[in-house]
């Protein structure tokens, strides 16, 4: 199988709110905020963060945190601030945010600020994002009008990275951000600056931009075909502006869950799968994607029903989401094989997973993530298992679960109990009703 690099993302998502149907509206702006309780609220951060630490004993590449605004799709507003906890709280796995939203800043320079602190902090483990963020996140936090958001975005992006390379200050004089003094302090390890993760959805105005910049390219899913048009194109992208494709650029995306088999992975994931589809995602089309703030050429695409939400997401249902590719549920093997169908045919050398379907409690992302890392992650990985910031060689004791996933060998014995009325039992999978079977 081909060599991936794994990144867990988790949504930190409120549930305890009416169905969509019953708000009227959408999940993104217009919730009210009696729906909240201070105890879940809290659980639902402590748990976010404990989980993605938790990633990084499991032997995870990295972290993703990703931010939502205005309502109870991700209690996660602020990914600087949780970025700033999990660098803190763990030592060796990457960490990175995309987010925040750089037209959110009514001074780019905070963000370059913030993404240089980010960096020191984690002594050179961190690597940003630079999303553009829907409509629903523009409304919700009032910064500016969604008709100018892609032409402030780049503006920002500029003056951003003319700070970080500049050693003296300058004058910048734009259409959106004037200062007779730009002048970062202090500056990130990682030089000229921490590596760049893009969103996007496929346009070639996008593309085109994260390809000349060198940035990754973050595969948010389309229909299928689109999708594979959309990477060839960035392929392409790359090539035409001077530079050696590294499969790296490409980093997939996909809800992943994994569990004994095929029937109990779709029973513990699909209530929380198809929550997102209907809750999360299904907004009417203005209020995610307000005029202007997408290119014509990805508006028409959308109108003709093969662009990114183009469909309802409300509508889907759960065979649609495994066949697209943005669901990847089932036992090791099946997992494992649709992301080597899925990433091989992508041409993408990472993989941003989310692992608690948004709304899981911590005990089932946990037995996700560790089934994940034990099971498939070593599939793709040296025979070693380590992830990539293990430098460890010593060739002793396992430093994570993937690791000792890759290393263990068959058990000397089945570990047994004798249940009533079904016999001497494996009892690793007799909590599994069709695997709870005597042995012979």
């Not at 500029?158 to 200050?169: H, L």
């Not at 931009?209 to 392929?235: E, H, M, S």
């Not at 869950?257 to 299904?282: I, P």
């Not at 029903?305 to 469909?311: A, L």
């Given at each position: ?48 963060i404990e989980d ?145 993760w893009v969103p ?136 494992a094989e649709r ?102």
């Amino acid at each position: 199988m081909r060599e991936l690099e794994f990144y867990v993302c988790n949504g930190g998502k409120y549930p305890y709110v009416p169905h969509r149907e019953e708000l009227g509206k959408t999940r993104f702006i217009t919730t009210p905020s009696k729906y909240y309780d201070d105890l879940r609220g809290q659980q639902i951060i402590e748990d976010y963060i404990e989980d993605t630490v938790f990633a990084e004993r499991l032997g995870y590449d990295g972290a993703i945190v990703i931010e939502q605004h205005g309502g109870p799709n991700s209690l996660v507003g602020q990914s600087i601030t949780i970025a700033a906890t999990l660098i803190a709280r763990t030592s060796r796995m990457r960490i990175g945010t995309v987010g925040a939203l750089l037209n959110s800043y009514l001074s780019p320079i905070r963000f370059a600020e913030e993404i240089a602190t980010l960096d020191i902090l984690s002594r050179g483990r961190y690597f940003g994002g630079l999303p553009m963020g829907i409509g629903g996140n523009y409304h919700s936090l009032g910064v500016m009008n969604p008709t100018y958001a892609r032409e402030r975005f780049r503006e920002a992006h500029d003056m951003v990275m003319a700070a970080f390379k500049a050693d003296e200050p300058f004058k910048w004089d734009g259409k959106f951000f004037q200062s007779e003094y730009v002048n970062l302090w202090p500056k990130p390890i990682q030089k000229p600056c921490p590596e760049m993760w893009v969103p996007a959805s496929g346009s070639k105005d996008s593309l085109t931009f994260a390809a000349n910049n060198g940035y990754t390219y973050v595969a948010v899913l389309v229909p299928w075909p689109i999708l594979l048009k959309n990477c060839q194109n960035f392929k392409q992208s790359v090539i035409d502006a001077g530079q050696e494709f590294d499969p790296r650029r490409i980093a997939a995306t996909a809800y992943v869950h994994v569990a004994e088999t095929d029937k109990q992975a779709r029973r513990e994931a699909e209530g929380h799968l198809m929550s997102v589809f209907q809750n999360s995602l299904g907004s009417p089309f203005h209020d995610s994607f307000p005029p202007g703030h997408v290119t014509p050429q990805s508006l028409r695409g959308m109108a003709a029903g093969g662009g990114y939400r183009s469909v309802d997401l409300a509508t889907l249902r759960f065979e649609d989401g495994l066949e697209s590719g943005q669901f990847i549920v089932g036992s090791s093997d099946t997992v494992a094989e649709r992301i080597e169908e899925i990433t091989t045919q992508m041409d993408a050398g990472r993989l941003f997973m989310f692992t608690d379907s948004w709304t899981m409690p911590s005990w089932m992302t946990r037995k996700n993530m560790t089934l994940f890392a034990e099971e498939v992650m070593p599939r793709f990985r040296k025979r070693d298992g380590k992830p990539l910031w293990d430098k460890d060689e010593t060739g002793y004791a396992a430093n994570t679960r993937s690791e000792y996933g890759a290393r263990v060998g068959e058990a000397p014995a089945v570990a047994t109990a004798d249940i009533q009325e079904v016999g001497r039992v494996d009892i690793t999978t007799s909590h599994i009703p069709e695997l709870c079977k005597p042995i012979k």
